[in-house]
């Protein structure tokens, strides 16, 4: 077995001293290193700022501003105007962006005062009503033995306010046989999945969820055996998501897939 790619992903997001939340999604990929850094208002979660850099080498840096995105809202209603932001962008660096803006979503935990929340029962409450029906998690509150704010908590974080790690890997195992590893921890979840292709014909798809909100999300691993005999060059994210039980299955565990379907194709094509 022989390791032909690695990638990772890694999100931070943060209080800056100007008080703004600063989201960063860096990428890095033989040998060139991508980070998106957006600064957001902790309010209103409108981005005032962004920006793209960019290493190929220790000597070659580029700064792009990302001036579409600015006064978009960094969150999930944010619409037609961050739809059209990442339309406007390359495939890598919309995914970036839209890694960042997941960050300052789940930072949002952390942000009650400034986001209009008298208490995190409150805002657990909320999401309820707001998310229900999504997720393996919001699909079914009847079951869940622990509602969002007994799992995170209700200290407030002055700085670090959410951090996540996304690392893939892509081993050859013979003659167009592959295994792809996918993997992410932050600070609620940790999940590992393993694909493994003959053809680019899925034959095996494993996941385990280490670290997750409740024992209810868990569940969401046995739709993984949807993805048995389907070829990994025509499953689009849509269809993806059909395949991993839509609102009863888990939106983490469908973006590791199709990060790691992204994975298999920088190297097959």
Known sequence: MQCLLQRIIQTRVSRSEGGMIVAETAGMEKGVEQTVILSVEPDSFLVREARLETFVTPADEAVIPLQQLRGVKAYLDGGSGLKSALKSLDRPVASLVAEAVRGVVQAETYLLKERGFN???????????????????????????????????????????????????????????????????????????????????????????????????????????????????????????????????????????????????????
């Open 119 to 269: 208490s995190s029962a409150e805002y657990s409450n909320y999401w309820e009503n707001m998310y229900a029906g999504s997720c393996r998690y919001y699909s079914n509150l009847e079951r869940i033995l622990h509602h969002w704010d007994e799992y995170a908590g209700s200290r407030e974080r002055r700085n670090q306010l959410f951090l996540r790690s996304k690392t893939y890997l892509l081993y050859g195992l013979g003659p167009n046989h592959y295994l792809t590893i996918g993997s992410l921890v932050d600070t609620f979840h940790e999940l590992n999945v393993r694909l493994e292709t003959n053809n680019a014909v899925i034959g095996l798809a494993e996941a385990d969820f280490l670290r997750v909100p409740d024992p209810v999300c868990a569940e969401a691993a046995s739709f993984l055996a949807n993805l048995a005999g389907t070829d990994l060059r025509h499953l689009r994210k849509k269809d993806l998501a059909h395949f991993l039980g839509g609102g009863q299955g888990c939106i983490h565990l469908i973006d590791i897939i199709d990060d790691c379907i992204d994975t298999f194709a920088s190297i097959s094509s």
